[in-house]
């Protein structure tokens, strides 16, 4: 192994960055430039592969692409714009930073996901806040749906004390999956856990949210 | 609710641009090269005190079945750790409980071997200790400092998983060295130490695997 490491170093860093970049280059050949989706990953994946590669200027285009939809998320539980803010910057430069660290053909919205939750939960605990990761809000939007606006004050109010009873592991799968759009494997990955303890999470969230909802309805 | 506003932006590629990262190729050819210098530092860490005859004190079963264990188990660990692999942590939380109880287990498996071996008392203890303290450090330093396997989502359990690869780095040198198989040495000289370096990962990996901070304006 020492033998190894000695005799092959010198000539690591051009060889594994020429390949590594060729290889990239060959594989998607600039799609993520193009294509929404190729070989089934996401462009914003795709430029991540691209960006720890070491094309710089792919970041650019993974900020347009997921900041928008990462500062909803933060700020759905910041619940503040400043500290929103701060944690969506402190997310980008982090996957600036651990860029190498990056897994090829991992989904890159996990992995931010995953990043600005753990920066969202120092927050909250540094400020002395009860970190809640799910917004009445937007349950309402995606349990109900635009059409039915005129009721979603009163859904709002039955599911407040409901949405409190939820445990908060509960509550974090079910945003992830039925809020934020994740599949259960992606929202593991962000979670840390497998994609079994996810939907068996985000099913019991939905058990326990289902009487109030169906009290509604009646 | 308002949103992002552009300057948020520019901020962010202005500062990528004064704090550059290493890309992939970078970071695994200096990962190689610290991973050399562990290793010359672990071969000398491993003949300091030069490696004592086989006795009833230590059969050469005894040393094979640690040495083995440890040297898999440190290969493992190791891997698990500094690959870029998609894993869950689950993985690496496994890895900080499983080294050190495996560890046990081939000890303990050693000492049945060595039923004669005579207990050693606390001047072999404090040497085996004092050997896992500046060995353990150096590795640890060369693995949290210079290999750095950047971690911004759990970066504690990567350093604890980082000090149990350590650890089972350090039990190989260490029983190459130690010239007892007794059940409590191995418990107190060569098990316990690898917690103890986990925590010490544990504790530093908080601090130096993880690049948060606040963006500056």
């Not at chain 1, 996990?110 to 920066?119: G, Q």
């Not at chain 2, 000090?163 to 190989?172: D, Q």
């Not at chain 2, 130690?178 to 316990?192: I, M, Q």
């Amino acid at each position: 192994m020492f033998g190894f490491a000695v005799g092959t170093f010198p000539f690591s860093v051009d060889f594994i960055e020429w390949r590594s970049r060729t290889g990239t280059q060959r594989r998607s050949a600039g799609a993520w430039r193009m294509e929404a989706v190729h070989e089934g990953r996401s462009r914003a994946s795709l430029a991540m592969d691209a960006y720890a590669d070491g094309d710089d200027s792919a970041f650019s285009m993974l900020y347009d692409e997921l900041a928008p939809k990462l500062y909803g998320y933060v700020r759905r539980m910041t619940r503040i714009d400043e500290p929103a803010r701060d944690i969506v910057q402190q997310t980008f430069m982090n996957m600036h930073h651990a860029r190498s660290r990056f897994s090829r053909r991992a989904s890159v919205e996990a992995w931010m996901y995953a990043i600005a939750r753990r920066l969202t939960i120092n927050w909250a605990r540094a400020e002395g806040r009860r970190w809640v990761p799910l917004a009445v809000e937007e349950l309402v939007s995606a349990l109900r749906g635009p059409e039915e606006e005129a009721s979603a004050a009163e859904l709002r109010e039955a599911l407040f004390s409901e949405i409190e009873s939820v445990p908060e592991k509960l509550r974090e799968a079910f945003l992830l999956v039925r809020v934020e759009g994740f599949s259960a494997a992606e929202a593991a990955e962000v979670l840390g856990t497998s994609a079994m303890a996810v939907k068996l999470r985000a099913h019991r969230a939905g058990i326990i949210l289902r009487p109030a909802m169906a009290k509604f309805g009646e | 609710m308002n949103g992002l506003p552009p300057e948020i932006k520019h901020q962010l590629l202005s500062l990528t641009r004064q704090e550059p990262s290493l890309t992939r190729g970078r970071a695994l050819a200096r990962q190689w090269r610290w991973l050399a210098v562990g290793s010359l530092v672990l071969a000398a860490g491993s003949l300091i005190r030069g490696i004592p005859a086989t006795s009833e004190d230590r059969p050469g079963v005894s040393l094979a079945v640690v040495a083995s264990a440890a040297f898999a188990l440190a290969l493992l660990a190791t891997t698990l750790v500094l690959a870029p692999w998609r894993r869950p942590r689950s993985i690496l939380r496994g890895t900080v409980l499983a080294v050190p109880l495996l560890l046990l287990a081939a000890g303990l498996t050693a000492s049945s071997v060595a039923p004669d071996a005579r207990p050693m008392g606390w001047p072999l203890h404090s040497m085996c200790l004092s050997l896992f303290a500046v060995l353990g450090g150096l590795l640890l330093a060369i693995g949290l400092l210079g290999i750095r396997p950047l971690d911004p989502i759990a970066p504690t359990t990567t350093g604890a998983a980082l000090g149990a690869a350590v650890g089972a780095w350090v039990t190989l040198a260490v029983s190459l060295q130690c010239p007892s198989a007794e059940s409590t040495h191995v418990l107190v000289g060569h098990v316990t130490p690898v917690l103890a370096v986990a925590a010490v990962g544990a504790a530093l990996g908080a601090r130096t695997l993880a690049r948060r901070g606040r963006a500056r304006p």
